[in-house]
């Protein structure tokens, strides 16, 4: 029999091997690529949440700005330093050499598309100009020719001779703003956008304004890139010091504690296969990840560790051998593993995706940490008995039994704090920005003229036609409105007009007496005059929106359905009533998409409130199955106390909480059952064991998040101060005894 | 020696000269400028198209100063003015957009007329020549946008910026020739002529 148990000893490592490189097969096997990583946070959400046009929209506006940098310099020398600095950016890959170039190119593929259709493009304002008032129109263009600003207007002349495309085209081409200083527009290339290239943006950054600092310029920089770049360098920098401090006290303590190397090796081990195991699963079965998932994912280094201390502090007892492998804490570790899986695997039912992964990355790398205690520890650690604790631990447990109203008491001392709480879903509370970058925003705004609004306008029509005349309809009502389709193609009707106006003017003499009046010898203007002449060609938008659009211009969201769509961006100069008043027209809807996170984030908040009932419910019904119901409710009992707790002091704190302290709860829910469940389970020889096991996995956690409460990016801090205090009440009330269990029988 | 022999000599002398680059060059320019406060005179632009057989003319007066920055006032064959001061353009007191020809011009005035020459030569690459009594320059733009519309400027003058040539890669080209230049009063031209 020895021999029998012998050989299933040394056959589980082989086991343990087999199923790592299987999983590891399936995972090359159906490794999906490049994007296997989701940081986008629309991804956690559910996709019918959105409406379709609107996540078109969203998409298309983020599109337009995620890999805009704009750098402004002003003072002597600012046109030479900004030129160096765009140097600096390509070299180091941050801009695209030949940006300026290919949007060059791509606006003079547009005029080229735009050119036999000339005749018919012109602005609203020129045209209502020319068509009350020829006279005005000729004197404002006549003084604009003969002045030095003439020369591009000169050029035009045979084929535009009333200088309505030019005007057109201008309108349609973003403008730099005027001042006294220099600016610069680049474009961050999308491969070095990701984590891993953007980080070493912001030392650039910083470098550059030393820079400007010792050559006497102000430097400003705005763009998505910088705030991603910072977010990304400071977070791998409390990472690197936070992480690396924690670890360090983490292996200091374990050595101390455990006082053998393999026996820390071993614990590391079961750490990585439940990380491992998780990741690999989640990817196989969902083909991405998403950071936050991730994240919250490496919190099961609190529970996975569990696992091993059980074991190993056990191994601590006086009597204890290493034939006795797992007999002392089977049970405990099975109903741990059970109830942990089953409740994080529920999650996958819930409908939402970022919920499902988090749920089968923690399920999942739970039950890896599980399996691999079981294969390979009773195997791999077979150290001599050392027959002692470490001396804090060698006694009884000193704290009494729980009585039944210091429950109460928690509970009334948790509620006021508690019902102080309100919901918080504000996006923008979740991320920090530098003081610089945040003063150098309000001073670009400021120059610039318009605030950043991620705000935008949808536009909604039956067909393509009622599409543009809807958004020359709306610009009459809000001029300062850039950009759109119609920008690039008027309506046919307004095209008509355009068309018929001229016609009328050179009907009337009027438009031969301007152009004689500059000069101009009829036959230098006869294509001009055919045109007018010929029947009438508009331009149409799927002639143009086939090719590539310059950066900004355009904003056509397709034909779907018997709808057609567009976007226009919304400047912060657009006051509300004017707002309202477009808002008003037919089809034409603002969409505020911070404001339509914050709702996914209540909404996400809500269900969270109801999945965290509805998963104690699930881990209740196991244990009322395995140990009857009063010993459920006393396992229930701990983590929902240290919930409370937790809770109740963020409310006296801080008097707010959001979906990130909800999620919080879930590993400390966790590691706080598996608490309750050794203490209830464990013979009274080995509640020693037992406490040291548990205050090690409280100890380490603490250690390896806690920490994260001191991060400087508030959703870091916000999960990381959540942890930390769930689990510090979890192992303070772990130390009360539990009511009368097996080792009060034996 | 010959006249002949002397002049082949002068002429190797002066191939064997160092030619002197942009920086330099400028820098000896701007040795030779006058600076003032603020500036006044005439000027006549043409401006020759290939479409037109005639050069379209302007004439009128103009003023530079730090403080009230250019005025640019066409008399003929229309009335109109152009300012362009803190970087703002306007025609006939609207702003325009003008896609920065204004700043463009102002750029080049403020240079040689109160030598701000570190802005000529951040923006373009300087070729040209030094005479007894006057200087002539080439300004070839580094911007690579911009040298897909002007292919060069030149600069011509003497104690004062006297004469400015843009050509454009289209072919088309105006010319800007100052004179009765003189020391502003700036009171009365910042009011304008």
């Not at chain 1, 050029?155 to 495309?165: A, M, Q, V």
């Not at chain 1, 304004?209 to 400071?234: I, K, M, N």
């Not at chain 1, 509620?415 to 309000?442: H, K, M, N, T």
């Not at chain 1, 269900?607 to 009932?613: I, S, Y």
Request: aromatic share 8%.
């Amino acid at each position: 029999m020895p021999a029998a148990t012998e050989r299933a000893g040394s056959a589980a490592p082989v086991l343990w091997l087999g199923l790592v490189l299987l999983l590891g097969l399936l995972l090359v096997l159906r490794w999906p690529g490049p994007g296997w990583l989701a940081t986008d946070f629309q991804r956690l959400l559910p996709a019918l949440a959105v409406d379709p046009w609107e996540a078109r929209a969203s998409a298309a506006a983020a599109a337009s700005y995620e890999g805009q940098l704009l750098l402004l310099a002003r003072g002597a020398g600012a046109a030479g330093f900004l030129q160096q600095a765009r140097e600096q950016l390509v070299a180091a890959g941050f801009a695209a050499a030949d940006f300026e170039q290919q949007q060059a190119a791509a606006w003079r593929q547009l005029g080229a598309l735009q050119q036999p259709h000339a005749i018919g493009l012109a602005t609203a304002a020129d045209r209502e100009l020319l068509a009350s008032d020829p006279e005005g129109y000729f004197t404002r263009l006549r003084n604009l020719l003969y002045s030095p600003l003439g020369g591009p207007w000169l050029n035009g002349l045979p084929r535009d001779p009333l200088g309505l495309w030019r005007s057109f085209s201008l309108a349609a081409a973003p403008q730099p703003p005027a001042g006294e200083f220099e600016l610069l527009a680049l474009q961050v290339p999308a491969a070095q956008r990701g984590f891993g290239r953007i980080e070493g943006l912001y030392p650039l950054y910083l470098d550059l304004v030393g820079q400007a600092q010792r050559r006497d310029l102000e430097f400003r920089a705005l763009g998505a890139p910088l705030y991603t770049a910072y977010g990304v360098q400071s977070g791998q920098r409390e990472m690197t010091t936070i992480g690396g401090a924690s670890l360090l006290a983490l292996l200091s303590l374990l050595l101390w504690a455990l006082r053998s190397g393999r026996a820390l090796l071993l614990s590391l081990l079961v750490v990585g296969s439940g990380i491992g195991g998780g990741f690999a699963l989640t990817l196989l079965l969902f083909q991405q990840v998403h950071l936050l998932a991730l994240v919250l994912g490496a919190t099961l280094v609190g529970i996975a560790a569990d696992y091993a201390f059980h074991y190993l502090c056990h191994s601590l007892l006086p009597g204890w051998q290493p034939a006795d492998g797992l007999g002392p804490v089977f049970r405990g570790l099975s109903l741990s593993a059970a109830t942990s899986v089953l409740g994080f695997a529920s999650l996958v039912l819930l409908p939402f995706p970022g919920l499902q992964q988090m749920g089968c990355f923690m399920a999942a790398g739970l039950l890896a940490s599980y399996l691999s205690v079981c294969l390979l520890f009773p195997g791999l650690y077979r150290v001599a008995p050392r027959g002692e604790l470490p001396r804090l631990f060698r006694r009884a447990p000193l704290a009494g039994r729980a009585p039944h109203w210091l429950w109460l008491l928690l509970v009334l001392l948790a509620l006021p704090g508690v019902l102080r709480l309100q919901a918080q879903d504000e996006l923008r509370d979740f991320y920090a920005a530098p003081q610089r970058l945040q003063a150098d925003q309000q001073a670009l705004e400021s120059l610039l003229g318009s605030g950043q609004d991620s705000r935008f306008l949808l536009l909604r029509a039956a067909d393509m036609e009622s599409l543009l005349q809807r958004e020359e309809a709306l610009r009459q009502q809000l001029p300062a409105l850039r950009g759109g389709v119609s920008a690039l193609v008027p309506s046919a009707a307004a095209q008509g007009e355009t068309i018929e106006l001229q016609r009328h003017l050179l009907r009337s003499g009027e438009l031969r007496g301007w152009i004689e009046s500059l000069g101009l010898a009829e036959a230098a203007v006869s294509d001009y005059l055919q045109a007018l002449e010929a029947p009438f060609q508009p331009l149409t938008a799927a002639a143009l929106l086939a090719q590539e659009l310059p950066l900004g211009s355009g904003g056509f969201l397709g034909c779907d359905g018997g709808i057609c769509a567009s976007w226009l961006p919304l400047p912060g100069t657009v006051d509300s009533q004017e707002l309202q008043r477009a808002v008003a027209l037919d089809g034409v809807a603002v969409i505020e998409p911070v404001a339509q996170i914050n709702r996914l984030l209540a909404q996400y908040r809500g269900q969270a409130l109801v999945m965290l009932p509805l998963l104690a419910l699930v881990v209740a019904a196991v244990l009322w199955l395995s140990l009857g119901w009063a010993a459920a409710l006393y396992l229930l009992a701990l983590p929902l106390a240290a919930a409370l707790l937790s809770f109740g002091l963020l409310g006296w704190l801080r008097g707010s909480y959001s979906i990130v302290n909800l999620l919080a709860l879930l590993p400390v829910a966790g590691v706080a059952l598996d608490f309750a469940i050794f203490r209830r389970l464990a013979t009274a020889p080995s509640q020693p064991a037992v406490l040291l096991a548990v205050s090690l996995s409280a100890l380490t956690s603490l250690l390896a998040f806690g920490m994260l409460a001191f991060s400087a990016t508030p959703i870091i801090s916000d999960f990381g101060y959540s942890i930390a205090s769930g689990l510090l009440f979890a192992w303070l009330l772990c130390w009360l005894r539990p009511p009368r269990g097996p080792g009060d029988r034996a | 020696m010959s006249c002949r022999h002397a002049l082949a000599a002068l002429l190797l002398l002066a191939h064997c000269l160092p030619a002197l680059a942009g920086p330099e060059l400028l820098q000896a320019v701007a040795g030779r400028l006058e600076y003032r406060q603020g500036v006044a005179g005439a000027f006549t632009q043409s401006k020759y198209l290939s479409f037109m057989s005639r050069p379209l003319v302007s004439s009128g007066h103009f003023s530079l100063s730090a403080d009230a920055g250019l005025r640019w006032q066409v008399e003929a064959p229309v009335s109109s003015l152009m300012t362009v001061r803190d970087g703002v353009v306007t025609l006939d007191g609207q702003p325009v957009q003008d896609s920065g020809v204004g700043r463009l011009m102002a750029r080049i005035m403020r240079g040689f007329m109160h030598g701000e020459l570190e802005q000529i030569s951040e923006g373009f690459s300087v070729s040209g020549e030094l005479q007894p009594a006057h200087w002539s320059l080439a300004l070839a733009p580094r911007n690579p946008l911009m040298a897909t519309v002007i292919s060069e400027i030149r600069v011509r003058g003497d104690t004062y910026l006297q004469w400015v040539e843009v050509r454009e890669t289209s072919g088309n080209s105006t010319t800007i020739a100052f004179s009765a230049l003189h020391e502003a009063d700036r009171e009365a031209d910042a009011g304008g002529h």
